[in-house]
C-alpha cells in the first residue's frame, strides 16, 4: 500500500476529531493525539530496554514539558536539547540530565547562562573543535569540572562533527582544559531518505566504534555513546551503542511513513486547517501557510498531506497553502475543515503557542504550551 494510500484510513478518525473540536478550535492549530504520542514513547523506550541502550529523546519536536515529561516518565535517562533555551527550560521544569546535542559556541550570554545551567544540572555538552572547547571552559570557569563533553564525529551527513580518528585529540584537549569528556556522538542525517536508513545505521555504527577506539588511545574511556535519528533509532543495537535521541518519533510525520518508519497509525499530530479559497484552479487554498507549516521541503515532494485526498501541499505562502487536487479527486468545499499531515513534524511546533489535546477517539481534552516555542538561542 502507498503511503498515501496508508494515511486514507486515518481520514475518518481525523475528521471526527476536527468535527468534534468544531469552531472551538481556531485555525491553523496542532492537534496532537495523545494516545497515539504515548503509544509511540511506550514502543521506543520498550526498544531502548530491551538493547540495553539508554534513552534520551530530542524535546525539539514537541519544545513542550508536558510531553518531555511523559518521556521521562515512561522510562527515559534524560533529554537531548538542541539549544541553550531548551536546555533550560526543561532543566527548569525538572529534568536532571541534559545533553545539549549541539555544538555550541558559548561566548556573551551563552556563557552565563552555560554556567547558570551547569550548576543545577547534570550537563553534557556537544563540541567538534578545540576553539568550541576553549569557549566552555572558560565559559563554565570554576564550574568546569562539572561539564561533560561530548565530541561530535561525523558518519556522512557531512554537518558538524569531526572524523571519528580525531575524536580522541578533541577528547583530550578537553580534559587537559579542566572540563570532561564522557563521550562521542554522531547523527546520521544521511539517513532520512527512502531506503537509506539502514546504510546510515551501519555508518553511524562503524563510526561510533572508531571513535570510541580514538578516546581509548588517549586513555579515555567513552561512557556516553550517543546515537541519533528517529529513522535509525531502532537499528542501533550494535553493542558500542549506549544511548539512542531519536526525536521524531513521539508524532511522527509522512516522512516517516513514506520510509516504511512507521505506520499511518502511529502519526500523532496533524494540523487543522480550513479551506478559505476555491477559484476553481487545480488546487484550493488553506489557511496553513508557511508561517505554520515552514518551508522545510520542496515543491515536488510537497509540504504536507490532506488524508481523504490524493494531493498534495504543493505551494506555501505565508498564510496560503495550495493544496493540489487531481482532476478526479473531490475537493473539499470552502469553509471546510481538513487535516494536513506535514512531510517533516518538527518546525510545526515552533509555529505555535500551544497544542490542541484530543485522543484517538477523538475527544478533546485540553491543550498544552510549547514551552520553547519560538525560543532559538
Ligand atoms: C543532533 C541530533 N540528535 C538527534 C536528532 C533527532 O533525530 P530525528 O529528528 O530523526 O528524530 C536530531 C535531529 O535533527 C539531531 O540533530
Known amino acids: 500500500m502507498s503511503s498515501s494510500s496508508a494515511l486514507t484510513d486515518r481520514a475518518s478518525l481525523f475528521d471526527d476529531v476536527l468535527a468534534r473540536l468544531g469552531d472551538a478550535v481556531s485555525t491553523p492549530a496542532p492537534i496532537v493525539l495523545i494516545d497515539v504520542v504515548a503509544d509511540n514513547i511506550a514502543r521506543m523506550q520498550a526498544f531502548a530496554h530491551e538493547h540495553g541502550k539508554q534513552l534520551s529523546p530530542h524535546v525539539k519536536t514537541h519544545k513542550s514539558v508536558r510531553i518531555g515529561k511523559m518521556q521521562l516518565d515512561a522510562g527515559a535517562a534524560g533529554l537531548t536539547a538542541g539549544n541553550l533555551s531548551e536546555a533550560e527550560i526543561f532543566a527548569a521544569a525538572g529534568c536532571a540530565d541534559i545533553f545539549l546535542a549541539y555544538p555550541l559556541w558559548a561566548v556573551g550570554t551563552k556563557a552565563t547562562r552555560l554556567k547558570r545551567l551547569l550548576q543545577n544540572t547534570r550537563l553534557s555538552v556537544g563540541a567538534d573543535s578545540t576553539a568550541a572547547i576553549d569557549r566552555l571552559a572558560e565559559a563554565a570557569g570554576e564550574f568546569a569540572g562539572l561539564l561533560g563533553i561530548v565530541v561530535e564525529?561525523?558518519?556522512?551527513?557531512?554537518?558538524?562533527?569531526?572524523?571519528?580518528?580525531?575524536?580522541?585529540?578533541?577528547?583530550?584537549?578537553?580534559?587537559?582544559?579542566?572540563?570532561?569528556?564522557?563521550?562521542?556522538?554522531?547523527?546520521?542525517?544521511?539517513?532520512?531518505?527512502?531506503?537509506?536508513?539502514?546504510?546510515?545505521?551501519?555508518?553511524?555504527?562503524?563510526?561510533?566504534?572508531?571513535?570510541?577506539?580514538?578516546?581509548?588511545?588517549?586513555?579515555?574511556?567513552?561512557?556516553?555513546?550517543?546515537?541519533?535519528?528517529?529513522?535509525?533509532?531502532r537499528l542501533c543495537t550494535d553493542p558500542v551503542i549506549t544511548e539512542i535521541r531519536p526525536g521524531e518519533y513521539v508524532f511522527n510525520d509522512f516522512d516517516n511513513l513514506r520510509i516504511g518508519d512507521c505506520e499511518a497509525s502511529d502519526i500523532g499530530l496533524f494540523v487543522a486547517s480550513t479551506v478559505v479559497s476555491d477559484q476553481g484552479h487545480e488546487h484550493v487554498i488553506l489557511d496553513a501557510g508557511a508561517k505554520a507549516l515552514s518551508r522545510e521541503g520542496d515543491p515536488d515532494r510537497g509540504y504536507g498531506r490532506v488524508p481523504g485526498y490524493e494531493g498534495r501541499l504543493s505551494q506555501l505562502n505565508e498564510y496560503h497553502g495550495f493544496l493540489q487536487l487531481p482532476e478526479r479527486n473531490a475537493r473539499p468545499g470552502v469553509g471546510q475543515r481538513v487535516a494536513i499531515v506535514p512531510h517533516h513534524v518538527c518546525p510545526i511546533v515552533n509555529s505555535f503557542e500551544e497544542l490542541i489535546i484530543a485522543n484517538s477517539h477523538g475527544e478533546p481534552i485540553d491543550r498544552c504550551p510549547v514551552d520553547a516555542q519560538g525560543k532559538l538561542n
Not at 583530550?172 to 527512502?194: I, K
Not at 536508513?197 to 579515555?220: C, F, K, T, Y
Open 153 to 233: 564525529i561525523d558518519c556522512g551527513a557531512e554537518r558538524s562533527g569531526v572524523p571519528p580518528e580525531e575524536a580522541g585529540r578533541l577528547a583530550a584537549y578537553a580534559r587537559s582544559s579542566g572540563l570532561v569528556p564522557v563521550g562521542v556522538f554522531t547523527y546520521p542525517g544521511h539517513g532520512n531518505a527512502v531506503r537509506k536508513p539502514m546504510g546510515a545505521a551501519a555508518d553511524q555504527a562503524l563510526a561510533l566504534r572508531n571513535a570510541v577506539a580514538s578516546l581509548a588511545e588517549h586513555g579515555i574511556e567513552a561512557h556516553k555513546v550517543s546515537a541519533g535519528s528517529t529513522p535509525t533509532a
